[in-house]
């Protein structure tokens, strides 16, 4: 299994949700991340998990909520969103981080959030 | 982290060999250099990495100075599924791969 398994491919959630986005991936990689991209622009890194623990936020609103299970999944909570919020999220995995990383990244082919 | 500075655009015709350079003046001695691409709609996929000298797999060719202050990805012979956008990062030492602008390469028939 070579590929990052993201669910749901679509998701429209209110103001006032609380949802979350799951990705998966089998191919033993210890490093797991959060991209936001928003209509052509490129991905924007938000969150860094390593071995299972976070290792870098990058200043993300606490309305975004991480969360690394075990080493094959990882979650991204939702808690009052805003608008402005739409965009595809991306989970990309990779061996590890750092130098083990020089092999690429695999990326997910991400949720389309909208929030209304 | 080391920036990245691509053409916004570029146009090329099928059967054409394109060629997009990368400036990254402040690339770090542990850095690598990687290339990925993006469809619409998709996440990005790893094209090529390397850290000197020239890198050759079976989809492009990644071209480096000596100076490493910048790269250039080949792609031999496109075609019109090539159209995409393609970004150049630096990084590794972290794992903390930022993103530039990315360029958008359009092949014509």
């Known amino acids: 299994d070579t590929e990052v398994t993201q669910t749901p491919k679509h998701l429209v959630m209110g103001m006032t949700n609380k949802k979350s986005l799951k990705c998966e991936q089998h191919?033993?990689?210890?490093?797991m991340y959060w991209y936001k991209q928003k209509a052509k622009k490129p991905p924007e890194l938000m969150f860094v998990y390593s071995y299972e623990k976070l290792s870098i936020n990058e200043s993300v609103p606490s309305r975004f909520s991480p969360e690394c299970p075990n080493s094959s999944l990882l979650n991204l909570h939702l808690h009052a969103l805003q608008p402005e919020d739409s965009a595809l999220y991306l989970c990309?995995?990779?061996?590890?981080?750092?130098?083990?990383?020089?092999?690429?990244?695999?990326f997910g082919s991400g949720t389309r959030l909208t929030v209304v | 982290l080391a920036k990245t500075t691509q053409p916004i655009s570029m146009d090329s015709y099928e059967g054409q060999e394109v060629n997009i350079t990368c400036s990254h003046n402040?690339?770090?001695?542990?850095?690598?250099i990687t290339w990925y691409q993006q469809f619409p709609s998709q996440g990005p996929r790893f094209i090529i990495q390397?850290?000197?000298t020239k890198v050759t797999n079976e989809v492009a060719s990644l071209f480096i100075p000596a100076d490493r202050k910048s790269s250039t990805l080949s792609l031999p012979r496109v075609s019109l599924s090539d159209t995409a956008v393609y970004y150049c990062l630096v990084g590794g030492n972290t794992g903390k791969l930022i993103f530039g602008q990315g360029t958008t390469l359009q092949v014509k028939p």
């Open positions: 390397g850290y000197k």
């Open positions: 990309a995995s990779s061996r590890g981080q750092g130098y083990e990383s020089n092999y690429g990244y695999t």
């Open positions: 402040n690339i770090a001695t542990n850095d690598y």
């Open positions: 191919m033993g990689h210890r490093a």
